[in-house]
């Protein structure tokens, strides 16, 4: 797993906020419960809501990150706005020849839950980050991790951009 700190320009972060908070009150959004496969989902007494982002801000997204992700033929991007219960269960992306999340919140209180958890290939213990504002998590070695659920305390979603690339 690599993190990357730091890996947005402050005006691209603007950008992707005010997209965000257009998008919140629109019909543009799925949910985890039909878009992931049922065994994600164990453990989850949430959903999370997922939507795409602009073209635009698709294009602006790749070219500052170009310098943090690996060589890929196709990458989805997508929104993920994850709710109170919330959380994905263990497993290794392996599917995908890498897999990334990108923080979005300003501030994440670690009680709130939403806690990236995953296995070095090298290791038998495991590590955790909390969510912390513009950090990338960059998964191209297909360890094994999960997300700790979203505690029902917190008024605030766990706002993330996910990279899958083929």
């Not at 929104?79 to 290794?92: D, M, P, T, V």
């Not at 990334?100 to 955790?128: C, H």
Request: glycine share 4%; net charge negative; aromatic share 12%.
């Amino acid at each position: 797993m690599k993190i990357v700190n730091s890996v947005l320009s402050n005006d691209l972060l603007i950008q992707i906020g005010e997209e965000l908070q257009s998008k919140i009150q629109k019909d543009c959004w799925g949910t985890s419960e039909v878009f992931w496969q049922p065994l994600l989902n164990l453990n989850s007494t949430g959903s999370v809501l997922i939507s795409e982002p602009s073209d635009k801000i698709k294009t602006e997204i790749l070219s500052e990150l170009k310098n943090n992700l690996p060589e890929y033929s196709d990458i989805h991007i997508k929104y993920h706005l994850w709710q109170k219960g919330s959380a994905i269960s263990c497993h290794s992306d392996e599917q995908y020849k890498f897999g990334a999340t990108l923080y979005l919140n300003e501030f994440w209180e670690i009680n709130w839950g939403g806690i990236f958890v995953w296995k070095p290939k090298d290791s038998d213990i495991m590590k955790a980050i909390a969510p912390t504002h513009n950090t990338l998590v960059l998964n191209d070695q297909n360890e094994m991790h999960f997300v700790t659920p979203l505690a029902y305390t917190t008024d605030n979603f766990r706002a993330t951009i996910q990279f899958f690339a083929y």
